[in-house]
Structure formats: structure tokens, C-alpha cells
């Protein structure tokens, strides 16, 4: 039995209806180490935290990675809760001037800067503080891109700075006394599934960069590829390749200047998906229009990531025995059904028209592949129900 099996048993035999989230550190740092290791030389993976924030995921992440992605004084704050020494990138599309002065006071390693106002800002709170700061440029790419679900360059987006800008903003980079110019961050793309086209974007930064070095008279030192490498929430055999993208990125990072000396990537939901599950107990079942409906504790206000990406999200069906006998047990059998949460609205769906063999009132179903952009995205007061529990199985600590 896994640790997470052992827990839902456990949690399915008390009285209250089974509703967490369980997060497997082991496996995350499996994965993670993993990862990391078959990167090629001059490449670091930083972790985007906003995928998941809590502190267990952080503190385990934190001597695996090579830092962390922030984008709010918030997410300063978790990381220096439980690493104080860690490198830390800010991005972030809208700075407050306040969250600027508190990252270089938490002595953050670089800026990633979205505007010409921004790097004012941040110069100007640097020599107020009499120190400089490294930072990236973010571009908004003219594209085109693979195509992958969630694109945040290549099309009108609040993300970076347009290419018709960076003459302006280089320039603005080199010559204001409290940043160092240090090079650029090409964040484009979420989820995309496909090693190979991972690796033609890649080429297609390769060259615009070189590019622009000759172009602007820079000289980059550093280079964020972002993050968005996939999921597949449908067929989990289906994973990004990591393996044949990092055989291929060895022969891209000899293709590229060797004066860039730092090839950053920061991944988010590549990195902390599977870690996560989220478990639900079915609280009743029935049919309205021909439908046939699982009503779980829980839903979209843990777990909004279904709807957001509207898909249906997949589970299992864990089946348990224990029932009151003198209430009816309502169930489906060898029939589709469609989960809904516990909230009065009709946009509270997790799974949509899934064939199941059974699922009974009482038995839990598990939706895996939750640890990412699950709890940390959701509206979690929205109706005022309690909040999930959160579970850290890590057989290290046990
Ligand atoms: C969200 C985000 C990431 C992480 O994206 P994933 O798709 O989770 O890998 C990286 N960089 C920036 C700037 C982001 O906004």
C-alpha cells in the first residue's frame, strides 16, 4: 500500500467526508533531482513557486533547485521563511515600488524588468540604497510560436517589453546608475507537451538574441528561457520528454555564444504537478436531465484548475466499504458521470461525462496530477466551506 493510499484509508474510516490534498515530497524530489540532473553545463532550473507555495514544497525544492521565481513581495517572503540564502528571481508584469525597495532588501540575485518606468524605478531604489542590482529585460516576442495552451508572448499580452521598445530599453539598462545590465527573459509559452518544438523555440531565442547583441551593442551574459514545459492532464504517458529535450539542449547550448554564461530556466507545473493529489468523498450521486452527477465535498474553490483550463480532470475512483445502512447508498454503474463540488454554481465542475465502472455516495475520488496551479490558484473562500486539509507524506521525516 503507498503512503497516499495508507492516508486515504485512514481519513475514509473518521466521520467527516474525506477532502485533502496530499502532496508526495519523496516523489517531488525524485523528480526533481532527476530534473535537474540531466541539464547540460552552463544551464540552471529555478523554480517558478507561484505552481505551489507551501512551505513543505519550498523547503524541499530549495537545495534541488538552483533558486526560486517570485513575482510578490509574498512569495519573497515564503522563500526567505525557509531558505534565507537562496537566490531569488523577481519578475512580475506590475511592480509596486514598495515590493521593488523590499526585494533588494532581501538581497534578491536579479530583477526581471517589464518597462523603461520599471527600470527607473528599480535604479532609483538601488541608489537610494546605495547599491546596483542585476536585471533582465522580458520581450515580448514578435513570434511565431509553437503552438501550446496558454501563450504569453507572440500576440497583445501585458507580458514584457515589445521588441520595437528595446532599443530604448537597453539603452535606458546600460546607463542608469543602480542596474547591471545582465541580459534578457524570453518568457513565452505555458504547457507545451512537445520536446521538439521546446527546442525550435529555443533556436528561434538563440537567434533573435544573437541578434540583438550585435544589433543594440549589448553584451548578455544571461539568459532566462522561462518556463512551460507540460503536463498532459488527459494521458500522463504523455509527458514533455525531458530526457530527449536535455540530449537536445546539449547541442543547442554548444550552439550558442560562450559568453552567455548562465542559461536560466524557471518551470512551475513541470516541476510540482505530480507531486499534488487532491481526494474527495462523494456525497451523493443522482440524476438530473439524464446526467448522472457525483457531488463531492470540495470543488472548485480548492481546486480550480479543471475549469480553468476547462478540461476534465482525471481521477480514480477509490471505492470504500463503510456506509450507514439504514440511508439509501445511491451509485452509477458502467455509465458516465460528471463530478461537481460543493458550490451553487454551475461552473463548479471537476470532470465532465467520464465513463466510470462504479462510483457510489462514500466512495472518494482521487484526481491526481494536482500539485500545481491546484489550491494555490483557487478562490478559497468562495461560499465560506472549510478548507481542504493539506498533507506532506515525506518518508524521510516519517
Ligand atoms: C508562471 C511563470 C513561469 C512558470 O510557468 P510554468 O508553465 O509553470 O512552467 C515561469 N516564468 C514566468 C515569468 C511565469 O509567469
Redesign the pocket.
Known amino acids: 500500500m503507498t503512503a497516499l493510499d495508507a492516508l486515504l484509508r485512514d481519513r475514509a474510516a473518521r466521520d467527516e467526508p474525506v477532502c485533502l490534498f496530499a502532496y508526495d515530497l519523496d516523489g517531488l524530489r525524485r523528480h526533481v533531482t532527476a530534473v535537474v540532473a540531466a541539464l547540460p553545463p552552463r544551464c540552471r532550473m529555478?523554480y517558478?513557486m507561484?505552481?505551489n507555495s507551501a512551505a513543505p514544497v519550498l523547503e524541499a525544492l530549495a537545495p534541488i533547485v538552483a533558486g526560486f521565481?517570485v513575482?510578490s513581495g509574498g512569495e519573497i517572503a515564503k522563500v526567505r521563511a525557509v531558505a534565507p540564502a537562496a537566490p531569488i528571481l523577481f519578475?512580475?508584469?506590475a511592480k509596486t515600488p514598495a515590493e521593488i525597495s523590499h526585494a533588494l532588501d532581501a538581497a534578491v540575485t536579479r530583477l526581471?524588468v517589464e518597462s523603461v518606468l520599471e527600470l527607473h524605478r528599480i535604479s532609483a531604489a538601488a541608489v537610494a540604497r546605495g547599491t546596483t542590482v542585476e536585471v533582465l529585460l522580458?520581450v515580448n516576442l514578435a513570434g511565431p510560436f509553437p503552438s501550446a495552451t496558454?501563450a504569453?508572448a507572440g500576440r497583445p499580452t501585458q507580458?514584457g517589453i515589445d521588441e520595437a521598445d528595446l532599443p530604448a530599453a537597453t539603452a535606458a539598462a546600460t546607463s542608469l546608475p543602480g542596474v547591471r545590465f545582465a541580459g534578457f527573459?524570453l518568457?513565452s509559452?505555458?504547457?507545451?507537451l512537445s520536446a521538439e518544438t521546446h527546442l525550435e523555440m529555443l533556436g528561434l531565442y538563440r537567434d533573435t538574441v544573437v541578434g540583438w547583441e550585435k544589433e543594440l551593442g549589448v553584451v548578455v551574459k544571461v539568459l532566462?528561457v522561462?518556463?512551460?514545459?507540460?503536463i498532459d492532464y488527459q494521458d500522463p504517458a504523455h509527458h514533455f520528454d525531458w530526457d530527449g529535450f536535455t540530449r537536445g539542449l546539449v547541442a543547442w547550448v554548444d550552439s550558442v555564444p560562450a559568453h552567455w554564461r548562465e542559461i536560466q530556466f524557471?518551470?512551475?507545473?513541470?516541476?510540482t504537478a505530480a507531486c499534488g493529489s487532491y481526494a474527495v468523498e462523494v456525497l451523493d450521486v443522482k440524476r438530473t436531465h439524464g446526467t448522472a452527477w457525483a457531488l463531492v465535498r470540495g470543488g472548485t474553490h480548492h481546486f480550480r484548475l479543471p475549469v480553468s483550463w476547462q478540461h476534465s480532470h482525471p481521477f480514480t475512483v477509490l471505492p470504500v466499504e463503510r456506509w450507514d445502512p439504514s440511508v439509501p447508498r445511491p451509485s452509477v454503474t458502467d455509465d458516465r458521470v460528471t463530478v461537481a463540488g460543493e458550490l451553487c454554481t454551475p461552473k463548479d465542475v471537476l470532470a465532465r461525462d467520464v465513463p466510470v465502472a462504479r462510483v457510489r455516495a462514500g466512495d472518494v475520488l482521487v484526481f491526481a496530477l494536482a500539485g500545481?496551479?491546484g489550491w494555490d490558484i483557487s478562490h478559497h473562500d468562495f461560499l465560506s466551506h472549510p478548507h481542504p486539509e493539506h498533507v506532506f507524506l515525506d518518508d524521510d521525516r516519517a
Open positions: 529555478y517558478a507561484k505552481a521565481e513575482a519578475g512580475g508584469p526581471h522580458r496558454l504569453m507580458f527573459h518568457h509559452l505555458s504547457n507545451n532566462d522561462g518556463g512551460g514545459i507540460g524557471e518551470c512551475g507545473r513541470y516541476l500545481a496551479y
